[in-house]
């Protein structure tokens, strides 16, 4: 995959210097000072530049500039978006060679269009986006590649030709839908519910972000299976506690008998537990509301260990060292191996014994959670 055309950053006015004294300064690096040791340093720096061009020397002997990066993240909603901001603000360091310019779009998807503009305009090398929606970028990515600067996409799509974008790095949002319907399909079987009749409510994310529109198409190929699985309602909670909640409150005043409650991020499913817990309704894995939420932080696998939430479905927030990795490689005018890349993500159960859950798409076996394991985790 080639990088597209852009120029190259801008070097230190030295290295001009350097070009232009460069015979010079080799022969500078014989002369004898008289002072202790000062031969062995010059006989070094002979070793060093001997074989190499001008050009070469300049490379070693002066430093890159830092690798301009601007990177937009959707906001700080929910412990995974914390997570992803924070794999940013680690990886993107001034000791690892780059300088940061950071926006917080707060979930406003104007508030990003302009954020990347801004980026163009201070001629960024490199902009990272994570998308809050999936359109309204065509004018600005289009700006981006006439003026050669690569874009990389981080967590969620966006809906444009491929060549306004360089890479993208993310998850699966359709298969995550569909891990979580296979998994209510053999939890149901093997507690001899499969042909109860199954009340189910959704508690979306923010709606016509690509995290939500795609669990969403992949849980409802399980829904259109099982025709004894009555699917209520469905409404945004914009994956946070707040909404999580807020939703699950207005199901349990105009609706009764729900069976599932998906939420499509842990934040949201706190939220319902919560709800649940004040309306006097058993829930979890000793209670009669099944739990099934997505991201699988630390907070989220916590809930699943203490048995309030059934299964937790992974979205890996740790993306931007994959975006770090395919920056070197474009510095190093190296191909990228995939313009896709979706990262590697796991099922995770309060169940002691793993199950092999298999869709259309892919199969994968379940993890049970354990406190090591949420020990470990980074987010």
């Not at 050669?148 to 974008?165: N, S």
């Not at 199969?363 to 406190?371: D, L």
Request: glycine content about 8%.
């Amino acid at each position: 995959m080639k990088k597209p055309l852009r120029k190259s950053r801008p070097r230190t006015s030295a290295v001009f210097l350097i070009l232009l004294f460069f015979p010079l300064f080799l022969s500078a690096c014989t002369v004898k000072t008289g002072q202790p040791n000062v031969g062995i340093a010059e006989t070094d720096s002979m070793e060093l530049l001997q074989g190499l061009s001008a050009a070469e020397a300049a490379d070693l002997l002066v430093p890159q500039a830092p690798i301009k990066v601007g990177f937009v993240q959707v906001g700080h909603e929910s412990d995974w978006r914390i997570a992803s901001t924070k794999s940013c603000l680690e990886t993107f360091r001034e000791e690892n060679g780059y300088e940061l310019y950071f926006v917080d779009a707060d979930n406003d998807p104007k508030k990003q269009v302009d954020a990347v503009r801004n980026f163009i305009r201070d001629r960024m090398d490199y902009i990272i986006i994570d998308p809050i929606l999936p359109t309204g970028w065509d004018a600005v990515l289009t700006e981006a590649y006439h003026a050669h600067i690569p874009v990389l996409l981080v967590d969620r799509t966006i809906t444009c030709k491929e060549r306004y974008y360089t890479a993208w790095f993310g998850s699966d949002f359709v298969l995550e839908g569909e891990y979580a319907g296979a998994w209510l399909e053999d939890y149901l079987e093997r507690n001899g519910r499969g042909k109860e009749t199954v009340r189910i409510v959704t508690i979306n994310g923010t709606e016509g972000a690509s995290a939500q529109t795609g669990r969403t198409q992949g849980f409802a190929k399980y829904l259109d299976r099982h025709a004894n699985w009555h699917h209520l309602a469905a409404e945004s909670g914009d994956f946070t506690e707040a909404g999580g909640r807020q939703v699950m409150k207005s199901y349990l005043d105009r609706l009764t008998g729900i069976d599932v409650v998906v939420c499509q991020n842990d934040n949201e499913a706190l939220g319902a537990c919560a709800a649940l817990q004040e309306a006097g309704i058993s829930y979890g894995t000793d209670g009669d509301v099944i739990i099934l939420s997505f991201d699988a932080t630390k907070a989220g696998l916590e809930a699943v260990l203490d048995g309030r939430i059934h299964a937790d479905f992974e979205c890996n927030p740790l993306s931007a060292p994959y975006a770090a990795d395919a920056i070197q490689k474009l510095e190093a005018n190296k191909p990228l191996d995939v313009k896709k890349l979706e990262l590697p993500e796991r099922c995770f159960t309060n169940e002691d014994t793993p199950i092999l859950l298999q869709t259309e798409n892919g199969s994968k076996w379940t993890v049970p959670v354990t406190k090591e394991r949420i020990k470990c985790r980074a987010y």
